[in-house]
């Protein structure tokens, strides 16, 4: 077929070359079940802690945040990232990528088989991640009955924003991976986008630099999408903004790899 090969092959192809990264093997083995040791311990604590807790602390507790915590969702954000970065970085890398553009010379059909491989694995690996950390949480906390259900006001919300947190942050590290194109350059510059940078940022009495912060995926997760009683404050990011902002993301780092790799040399 025109562009080389049908579809469906090319998400064969991408898919046996992101397992066959050894880094691809490491996130994912040892990074998920880390992440819900996380939860367990985070838990563990809090039900150990909970009768010296003040009336104050008591009425603020929220089981949710013993789940997925800040630490969770960085981890989480920095190792889809890293994985989204090096799918893409790691067969210019290796030179591969010369012989499937000569096998393939319709660029944006490698691109997007490789968006599409590595949004699927990470949408279900943080859909995973998410389902798992709530129901270890939520079986430690039961002893204190301090657990809330499915059903209960906000938290699918919260579960689903923490499950997405993984593919906005891989297809935006495939997007920085395309640009940089340098292994220790495009995990660095995913980490201070994703990560570093937005854990530094706080409201501000200046609206227009709030706004700003509100197009950040950690920022407006961490201020609105995963709080399960959102803060009513105007220079904080609204539900609605927020799932904007989360799905923007993705489609605006396809673009960018589509453009950087059909227009640059290997």
């Known amino acids: 077929m025109a562009g080389g090969g049908r579809f469906g092959?090319?998400?064969a192809a991408e898919w046996i070359k992101l397992w066959s990264l050894r880094s691809t093997r490491w996130l994912f083995g040892l990074g998920m079940p880390a992440?819900?040791?996380?939860?367990a311990q985070s838990s563990l604590d809090a039900y150990r802690a909970w009768p010296g807790f003040t009336a104050m602390e008591?009425?603020?507790f929220t089981s949710l945040a013993e789940?997925?915590?800040g630490l969770t969702a960085t981890m989480v954000m920095i190792g889809a990232g890293t994985v989204g970065a090096?799918?893409?970085v790691g067969e210019y890398a290796t030179g591969l990528i010369r012989t499937t553009l000569v096998a393939v010379p319709a660029r944006h059909r490698v691109v997007a088989a490789k968006l599409a491989v590595v949004g699927v694995v990470t949408l279900v690996a943080g859909g995973l991640v998410s389902a798992a950390t709530f129901g270890v949480s939520q079986a430690i906390l039961s002893g204190r009955g301090?657990?809330?259900?499915v059903g209960d006001p906000d938290v699918v919300r919260v579960l689903a924003a923490n499950a997405l947190l993984a593919p906005v942050s891989a297809l935006a590290g495939m997007g920085i991976g395309a640009l940089v194109r340098h292994t220790a350059g495009a995990v660095v510059t995913v980490c201070g986008v994703l990560v570093v940078v937005p854990m530094f940022l706080q409201p501000t009495v200046h609206q227009w630099l709030n706004d700003l912060y509100a197009l950040v995926p950690f920022y407006v997760w961490r201020t609105c999408l995963g709080l399960p009683?959102?803060?009513d404050d105007p220079a904080l990011p609204t539900v609605a903004g927020s799932w904007?902002?989360?799905a923007a993301w993705p489609p605006a780092a396809a673009v960018l790899a589509l453009l950087v790799v059909r227009h640059r040399d290997v």
């Open 35 to 39: 992440v819900v040791a996380f939860a």
């Open 244 to 246: 904007a902002v989360l």
């Open 229 to 231: 009683q959102v803060r």
């Open 58 to 60: 008591k009425a603020r």
């Open 86 to 88: 090096l799918a893409i």
């Open 9 to 11: 092959d090319l998400l």
């Open 67 to 69: 789940a997925f915590s």
């Open 146 to 149: 301090l657990t809330v259900s």
